[in-house]
């Protein structure tokens, strides 16, 4: 069985393309898959928190719903373990737009089924968040004594999503 592909398939952000078609049936894709991600908000959302640790993009590309929740687990792992209920995390982005793959059968004699790029829109295979430059992926709201983990807790979801980022703090207090 073939598995995902590459998230460098996926990572441009371009403009969804529509087919467009005079019957009604075949003008937009049908069956969307579900997301994987779990939960949006975690941790203490009733306590006010002093401090703000943004992760924010460094430029402009698409996320993969299983990237974004493979991130998730470990930050919000990290904040759990060092300040117990002591924080709020959450996912700012929503996987809206659809993946498409036009599969390619290979193998002996797969030529003569297949319809190569004749018929080449593709079936929705997963979704991805698109996200702008400067755009704030996830927040966690901290004390100052948690500044410095939910610092670590950011920068141990860097190798799991594709691109750059980096951390901001922000001081809330009024």
């Known amino acids: 069985m073939v598995g995902l592909r590459k998230g460098c398939c996926y990572r441009k952000l371009e403009r969804p393309y529509t087919r467009k078609s005079k019957f ?36 402009t590309l698409q996320l993969r719903h299983n990237a974004i929740e493979s991130a998730r687990m470990v930050v919000n792992r990290q904040l759990e373990r060092f300040l117990g209920a002591n924080y709020f995390f959450k996912i700012l982005v929503y996987p809206h737009h659809a993946l498409r793959e036009n599969k390619m059968l290979g193998g002996a004699h797969a030529d003569r089924i297949q319809s190569g790029m004749a018929h080449s829109f593709g079936k929705p295979a997963g979704v991805a968040a698109q996200v702008k430059k400067g755009k704030d992926i996830f927040v966690a709201y901290v004390d100052k004594e948690g500044i410095e ?16 980022y980096y ?6 207090a009024s």
């Open 149 to 164: 983990t939910a610092k670590r807790a950011m920068q141990g979801a860097n190798p799991r999503m594709p691109g750059s």
């Open 24 to 59: 009604k049936s075949k003008n937009y894709v049908k069956a969307i898959p579900n997301h994987n991600i779990q939960r949006f908000e975690m941790g203490d959302r009733n306590k006010k928190f002093s401090y703000k640790v943004k992760l924010v993009s460094k430029s």
């Open 167 to 172: 951390i901001v703090v922000d001081n809330i």
